[in-house]
């Protein structure tokens, strides 16, 4: 099949996913969680059901600030609030058993304000040393600088989409930036080089053994490794599903973080990094012709 | 050796690895049956393994505190010991607490110094942060001057001086106080000390409070002394145990807290445990569906590469975490890419030569592509899982928990999906072809 052809198609349909991520990024940023914020995040069970207003009225009595209050499930309730010490710690926890017959602190996270910066920066350094690294493979592995780079740029492509989804999930459902979410982001990275790798390693095979463009072999590769790749990221759709819609609020968004970089890692191998590899194939020939 | 052969050893050791990865009590049809742990005696080495699983924190519920430490009146080159000595004093004092197995571990980070503690099972985490928190510079003073010009003088004598702490009762009084015993050295300059101010009053300052006010009636040779407050018997407690411990030598302050209850995180692992369960049944379904008998032989090795998994995180072993559990989750779904690698390409070289010839071609050639995408995954899970303790890089539990179920599922399904798997292949499938010619 020859699916080179609609390169252009592919570029509109990244396009529009990475735009629309970008717009949101800019009209409502990141709903950053308090690992990156600061802040507080406390979750509590009581034995009768409560209101989040009345709790919420109650605890700002006793001058406690309350950012956000929500019920997770029948009898738990997370409360968002800003840095506060032990003392204010007890006192919600009092103000919620007189509410609702007794409360027990399921989890409690305090995190100051200096923790935020420095995670985007172990972040950042992670991200760098991690692309550099598999950049350096996939070129000694496949003897050249191209094949590499598309590789890393698919895999941008992949970050790009992840960051803009969780962007828009975060406007529209309150999805949070968290520390599980750039252990997704990481992951994604591997996931979707791995995939590149698959096709890649086709066409390497190929061009060893019938030679010809870049052009026929990638179309060649694409068509060899499709029903692999989408069987591959079945299996892992799965697991993943299973997790969503299973595994609790902890690790939910964790779960659909992974999910849409899965499914983009998967779209970027053959219809991004493959592209980008035989555009820059193409240009490179022109500019030897003239 | 014949591939029936290797079979049979691959089976043996499963089933040794399905007995490690047993729970140590579970119900089957209906009976309790318990798995014993192992307990061997040979010679003067003695093994002893119950073979459970241990979770994290956030799974078995616990405290993890960082805390930063304030540098700023240590020269640059002294900051390292004093670091290493707010360690060593905060291990002391958990360890003094009575908590199992805690964590303390330092970190440096573009000048800042912290600590981070790791509190399993700790439910009042405001008594242990406030423990560990408290500098503890206890200092003995003299009073110079009278009436409204009085003045608190520090003296040489201080919690470095002392042998030991004990929390004890007064005979009269019934109420808790803090019996010291000095060193030899802190024995004579107590003595000293007291000689001098006989009459007088000589203040105990902990952490620059008075927190006792006593009057010296006579010379104390004995190298004995009661702090008496206005104390409960845990503050006296705590303040035995501060002080046995010894001072830190800066302040430091609690910067992150994080607090699981054991009921949270119990909760969490039974979610996993049915999440993973129906996610591994689709996954297998899918591939009988997908792939017939083929299928079949990736789901065999894909079960055993579940029961492998298992046995190695309790051997190893594996602090499981929740996102350690999305890891092992996620290795799942990835550890039947190589079969599936390898059933494509065979579908593609069945056409060209016979059955087992194409079998064999087609993991040999899917190899290529196994072994480098792989790598590149290796890569990521190596940032991730920091092995070095780079302080540039995380070095938090979960992801790093995250990053081991990662890489050693990978490196457990190249196992299974390359020896495992070709040699069912080779025998079932094989035999088949032949049954029928």
Not at chain 2, 328 to 353: P, Q, T
């Amino acid at each position: 099949m020859n699916w080179m052809k609609y390169r252009p198609l592919y570029l509109l349909l990244s396009m529009v996913m990475i735009g629309a991520g970008l717009f949101s990024l800019f009209r409502w940023g990141l709903n950053l969680g308090v690992d990156f914020k600061g802040g507080a995040m406390a979750e509590y069970k009581t034995q009768n059901v409560i209101s989040t207003e009345e709790a919420t009225r109650k605890i700002e009595e006793k001058g406690i600030v309350v950012s956000s209050a929500q019920a997770i499930g029948a009898d738990a309730y997370l409360f968002r609030l800003g840095n506060i010490n032990n003392d204010q710690r007890g006192i919600i926890n009092t103000v919620l058993s007189d509410l609702g017959g007794t409360s027990e602190e399921l989890r409690f996270e305090n995190v100051g304000p200096s923790i935020g910066p420095e995670l985007i920066k172990k972040t950042v350094y992670a991200l760098i040393i991690a692309a550099s690294l598999i950049l350096l493979w996939v070129t000694i592995q496949f003897k050249s600088f191209k094949f590499g780079t598309s590789a890393i740029l698919a895999m941008l492509h992949d970050s790009l989409v992840l960051l803009g989804a969780f962007s828009l999930l975060g406007h529209a459902f309150g999805a949070e930036i968290d520390f599980l979410f750039v252990t997704a982001m990481l992951t994604i990275l591997s996931f979707s080089v791995h995939d590149t790798i698959v096709v890649y390693d086709r066409v390497r095979e190929s061009q060893k053994k019938l030679g010809g463009s870049l052009y026929d072999l990638a179309n060649r590769a694409i068509t060899e490794t499709m029903v692999r790749s989408l069987n591959n990221s079945f299996t892992i759709i799965f697991m993943l599903v299973a997790l969503v819609l299973l595994g609790g609020t902890t690790v939910k968004w964790f779960a659909i973080a992974l999910l849409i970089g899965t499914v983009s890692g998967t779209y970027s191998s053959p219809f991004v990094a493959v592209p980008i590899l035989v555009t820059w194939d193409e240009l490179l020939k022109k500019l030897k012709r003239h | 050796m014949t591939p029936i052969k290797k079979l049979l050893l691959i089976f043996i050791f499963t089933l040794v690895a399905l007995y490690i990865s047993l729970p140590s009590k579970f119900i089957l049809f209906g009976k309790e049956i318990s798995r014993p742990g192992l307990n061997l005696k040979i010679k003067q080495v003695e093994i002893k393994k119950n073979f459970d699983l241990v979770f994290g924190l956030d799974l078995a519920g616990g405290s993890h505190l960082v805390f930063e430490a304030d540098m700023s009146k240590i020269s640059d080159d002294k900051k390292k010991t004093a670091l290493t000595s707010v360690r060593d004093v905060i291990e002391k004092r958990v360890n003094l607490f009575g908590v199992s197995e805690p964590n303390v571990q330092v970190s440096s980070f573009e000048g800042k110094d912290r600590v981070i503690v790791e509190l399993p099972g700790i439910k009042d985490t405001k008594e242990a942060s406030a423990l560990i928190g408290t500098t503890a510079q206890l200092i003995f003073a003299q009073v110079e001057g009278e009436g409204e010009e009085a003045k608190l003088i520090p003296t040489g004598l201080t919690g470095a001086d002392l042998k030991s702490a004990d929390v004890q009762f007064d005979q009269t009084t019934g109420k808790p106080v803090v019996a010291l015993e000095f060193t030899k050295e802190g024995t004579v300059k107590f003595a000293d000390l007291t000689q001098k101010n006989i009459g007088k009053p000589l203040p105990i300052l902990l952490d620059n409070q008075v927190i006792s006010y006593p009057n010296v009636n006579e010379a104390i040779t004995g190298g004995k002394a009661q702090i008496t407050g206005d104390f409960t018997t845990d503050e006296a407690k705590k303040l035995a145990i501060e002080l046995n411990a010894g001072a830190l030598p800066v302040p430091i302050s609690l910067v992150e807290e994080r607090t699981v209850g054991a009921t949270l995180g119990g909760e969490s692992v039974s979610r996993s445990v049915i999440a993973g369960v129906i996610g591994l049944g689709m996954v297998l379904l899918f591939m009988v569906l997908s792939y017939g008998r083929l299928g079949l032989v990736a789901d065999m090795g894909l079960i055993i590469f579940g029961i492998l998994t298992l046995a190695l995180y309790k051997l190893i072993p594996v602090v499981l975490t929740l996102p350690g559990i999305a890891g092992f989750l996620l290795s799942v779904g990835m550890a039947v890419d190589s079969n599936i690698l390898i059933f494509e390409r065979f579908k593609e070289e069945k056409v060209r030569r016979g059955f087992s010839d194409a079998l064999e071609v087609s993991f040999g050639r899917a190899w290529d592509s196994i072994r480098d995408a792989n790598i590149a995954t290796l890569v990521t899970a190596f940032i991730l899982a920091n092995p070095f303790d780079w302080s540039f890089l995380h070095t938090s539990g979960p992801v790093r928990g995250f990053a081991i179920t990662l890489a050693l599922g990978i490196g457990i399904s190249l196992f299974t999906g390359l020896v495992v798997s070709r040699n069912l292949l080779r025998v079932f499938i094989r035999e088949k072809k032949e049954m029928k010619k």
